[in-house]
């Protein structure tokens, strides 16, 4: 039995498989509900089994991983359960460093699919860069506070916040396209690129070649070259995301 589901002659491993990855989204539900007491997180668990029990027959293993499909689920029963207790908080972050604001933790708890990107971004980025930027929303925003204490420069500080955001921006981007049921074609990719820094416009011309494009912009081709890694990179996020939330 798990979690009150019998898993009996009808349940192949692969449905067991499913069925044990809820339970390693227990922190994600339990953060995802915050300072909700209406709700239960056992009871929000359990309807996430019963649901992936459910869809169990159309998770197609050539589309996802058994964790990203189980998270699709749990992340639609959340969302669903959330809008049932709670207005939907409807303020936007344009800006990442919205999130280093003094009143940070009560926008989190407050914004109901938060974890639901959070957790995605720290899939992409280094665990050091993940690190840090959790480090500059305790410290105020003070990046050269956080520097001193890493030994990191402010401009190393400065350009890992910057990593993590662009990489954050994508996400969200992406995730919001797969709720517009937006086709994963290659202009709606490009469009989840961040338009910071010129990126998206070299993700436009990734089939040029790294001195095609340093005349076009007008800039250095080593330049052109880190835009194109940088602009690859994240085209592979929004692509990965996109797929992994409409397998789900």
């Not at 192949?12 to 809820?22: F, H, K, T």
């Not at 509900?33 to 239960?40: A, P």
């Not at 972050?93 to 009560?106: G, K, R």
């Not at 720290?122 to 956080?146: C, Q, S, Y």
Request: aromatic residues 6%.
């Amino acid at each position: 039995m798990a979690g009150g589901i019998q898993v009996g002659s009808r349940a192949d491993a692969r449905i067991a498989e499913l069925i044990r990855e809820v339970d390693t989204l227990r922190s994600f539900v339990v953060y995802s509900i915050g300072r909700r007491h209406s709700l239960d997180p056992d009871d929000v668990m359990q309807q996430i089994r019963e649901s992936v029990w459910r869809r169990s027959s159309t998770y197609d293993p050539r589309s996802g991983t058994p964790n990203a499909f189980v998270f699709g689920v749990a992340r639609n029963v959340l969302r669903n359960e959330l809008r049932r207790h709670i207005p939907p908080y409807m303020g936007h972050w344009d800006q990442f460093e919205s999130l280093v604001q003094p009143d940070a933790l009560t926008l989190l708890i407050e914004r109901y699919d938060v974890g639901r990107w959070m957790k995605l971004v720290a899939e992409f980025v280094a665990p050091r860069d993940w690190a840090v930027v959790g480090e500059i929303a305790l410290a105020d925003g003070d990046a050269e506070r956080v520097g001193l204490e890493r030994d990191l420069s402010i401009r190393s500080v400065r350009t890992i916040r910057d990593r993590v955001f662009l990489t954050a921006s994508t996400v969200r981007a992406a995730l919001a396209a797969v709720d517009a049921d937006l086709p994963m074609t290659g202009p709606v990719i490009v469009r989840c690129i961040p338009d910071q820094g010129g990126i998206r416009e070299v993700a436009r011309m990734l089939g040029d070649s790294s001195e095609a494009i340093a005349k076009k912009l007008d800039i250095h081709p080593g330049s052109a070259r880190a835009r194109i890694a940088q602009a690859k990179r994240l085209v592979y996020i929004a692509h990965t995301v996109m797929r992994q939330e409409q397998a789900a």
